[in-house]
T-cell receptor, first 112, second 113 residues
Framework: GESVGLHLPTLSVQEGDNSIINCAYS??????FIWYKQESGKGPQFIID?????DKRQGQRVTVLLNKTVKHLSLQIAATQPGDSAVYFC???????????FGKGTLLTVNP | DTAVSQTPKYLVTQMGNDKSIKCEQN?????MYWYKQDSKKFLKIMFS???????INETVPNRFSPKSPDKAHLNLHINSLELGDSAVYFC????????????FGNGTRLTVT
C-alpha cells in the first residue's frame, strides 16, 4: 500500500473514537498555525487554523489547541469516521515574509 | 469548478529533458506558490509570487524557473531533468502572503527515468 516505506508517524483508531494528532513546531516567532488533511492522490486540504493570540479554536468535529510555551499544536477529531483516514500535516507561518513550513505528517487510519 | 488546477497530473520523462507544469487558480487570490513533496511526504516550499512578483525563492537549483504571466497563473519550467527531481509538485494560492490559508491543487506527479 501507499504507506509502505513512508516511515510517517501513524495513528490507528476505531471508528467513533476521538483522535488526537500532535505536532511540535520549531520557530518561536511563528504566529499562525494550520492543519491540513491530505488524502491519497490529492493535494493538502485546509482543515482549521489558529493565530498565536488564541490557545483553542473549534470547527466542525475538529478542535485545534496551541501551547506556545512548549511550541506544541494538536488537532482533535471527534467521532472519527473512515473518511477521516488520511495524512495530517501541521504548518507554521507568520512574519512579513510569509511562508508556511510544514511538519512531517501523521498517517491516521480509522478502522471500521 | 476546480479552484486550483494543475496540468498535467502525471508526467513521465527521461533525464536531460525540459518540461513544464502549468497552474491556474480561479479564486481571485494574489499569491501563488510551488511546493515539492518527496517520497516521504515531506512538503517543502520552492517559490512564491505575489501580484506576479517573486517573493520567496528557496534554495532550488536554477534549472527550475517559475513564471507568472498574471495573478491567476504560475507555471514551473524545469530544465535538464534529473532523477532526483522525481516528486509530486503542488501549486497553491492564497489571498495575501501573510497569515492566510493556502489552497492547493491536486499535484503533478513527475517521474524522471
Amino acid at each position: 500500500g501507499e504507506s509502505v516505506g513512508l516511515h510517517l508517524p501513524t495513528l490507528s483508531v476505531q471508528e467513533g473514537d476521538n483522535s488526537i494528532i500532535n505536532c511540535a513546531y520549531s520557530n518561536s516567532a511563528s504566529d499562525y498555525f494550520i492543519w491540513y488533511k491530505q488524502e491519497s492522490g490529492k493535494g493538502p486540504q485546509f482543515i482549521i487554523d489558529i493565530r498565536s493570540n488564541m490557545d483553542k479554536r473549534q470547527g466542525q468535529r475538529v478542535t485545534v489547541l496551541l501551547n506556545k510555551t512548549v511550541k506544541h499544536l494538536s488537532l482533535q477529531i471527534a467521532a472519527t469516521q473512515p473518511g477521516d483516514s488520511a495524512v495530517y500535516f501541521c504548518a507554521e507561518g507568520g512574519g512579513s515574509n510569509y511562508k508556511l513550513t510544514f511538519g512531517k505528517g501523521t498517517l491516521l487510519t480509522v478502522n471500521p | 469548478d476546480t479552484a486550483v488546477s494543475q496540468t498535467p497530473k502525471y508526467l513521465v520523462t527521461q533525464m536531460g529533458n525540459d518540461k513544464s507544469i502549468k497552474c491556474e487558480q480561479n479564486l481571485g487570490h494574489d499569491t501563488m506558490y510551488w511546493y515539492k513533496q518527496d517520497s516521504k511526504k515531506f512538503l517543502k516550499i520552492m517559490f512564491s509570487y505575489n501580484n506576479k512578483e517573486l517573493i520567496i525563492n528557496e534554495t532550488v537549483p536554477n534549472r527550475f524557473s517559475p513564471k507568472s504571466p498574471d495573478k491567476a497563473h504560475l507555471n514551473l519550467h524545469i530544465n535538464s531533468l534529473e532523477l532526483g527531481d522525481s516528486a509530486v509538485y503542488f501549486c497553491a494560492s492564497s489571498q495575501g502572503h501573510n497569515n492566510s490559508p493556502l489552497h492547493f491543487g491536486n499535484g503533478t506527479r513527475l517521474t524522471v527515468t
